[in-house]
């Protein structure tokens, strides 16, 4: 299987802040990376598709850059409703494996 | 706009058979492929497997051995089932679509959740 590390596990920040989150495959995954964002008590929603798509619909504050096994989701200007926690997900091979989350907190 | 629904028992004993089944409502169901998911308390996701809508299936290899997910096109439905359940098979269980983007897939739309626990 392949590995997903995410880096933090978890962080404070403030609203306005600039917040990026690291991701780590343990092989090459080329661009097959995909972001979600779970607020608490509801279903996982897609942000960013092929590592660097934005989904439809999702704020342009949201961006997804990398390819390999190096990935980063950044928030440029963090807002109320960003307090969640955050996954990456290869969808380079089955089984799609997740990275651990990281959890997104009001400092 | 496409929405999924999903249902089944909630609360199961050990060595039962767990089933849920997950419709899709308001888009297409052929051409998709269809995955479930699932979320232990406090923990991460898992992904547990998948398939088309032609049938064919891929499962997670910890998995495998007890999954079973089977698709009725007629009914726009799909359906996931795990045998001989344990109390680590507690967990909410997410159905989702998979949407493929030139060769790339994500999981674009998700289902709502079913809790389901594993308790003598």
């Known amino acids: 299987d392949i590995q997903m590390t995410q880096s933090p596990s978890s962080l404070s920040a403030s609203v306005g802040d600039r917040v990026t989150i690291t991701c780590r495959a343990s092989?090459?995954?080329?661009?097959?990376l995909n972001w979600y964002q779970q607020i608490p008590g509801q279903a996982p929603k897609l942000l960013i598709y092929?590592?660097?798509s934005l989904q439809s619909g999702v704020p342009s504050r949201f961006s997804g850059s990398g390819s390999g096994t190096d990935f980063t989701l950044t928030i440029s200007s963090l807002q109320p409703e960003d307090f969640a926690t955050y996954y990456c997900?290869?969808?380079?091979?089955?089984?799609?494996?997740f990275g651990q989350g990281t959890k997104v907190e009001i400092k | 706009q496409v929405q999924l629904q999903q249902w089944g028992a909630g609360l199961l004993k050990p060595s039962e058979t767990l089933s849920l089944t997950c419709a899709v409502y308001?888009?297409?169901?052929?051409?998709?492929?269809w995955s479930w998911i699932r979320q232990p308390p406090g923990k991460g996701l898992e992904w547990i497997g998948e398939?088309?809508?032609?049938?064919?299936?891929n499962y997670n290899p910890s998995l495998k051995s007890r999954v079973t997910i089977s698709v009725d096109t007629s009914k726009n439905q799909f359906s996931l089932r795990l045998s001989s359940v344990t109390a680590a098979d507690t967990a909410v269980y997410y159905c989702?679509?998979?949407?493929?983007?030139?060769?790339?897939?994500?999981?674009?739309?998700w289902g709502q959740g079913t809790t389901v626990t594993v308790s003598s």
């Open positions: 989702a679509r998979v949407a493929a983007v030139a060769v790339y897939y994500a999981m674009d739309v």
């Open positions: 308001g888009g297409s169901f052929s051409g998709y492929s």
């Open positions: 398939i088309n809508h032609s049938g064919s299936t």
């Open positions: 092989q090459s995954i080329s661009s097959y």
């Open positions: 092929a590592a660097s």
């Open positions: 997900q290869q969808s380079y091979t089955t089984p799609r494996t």
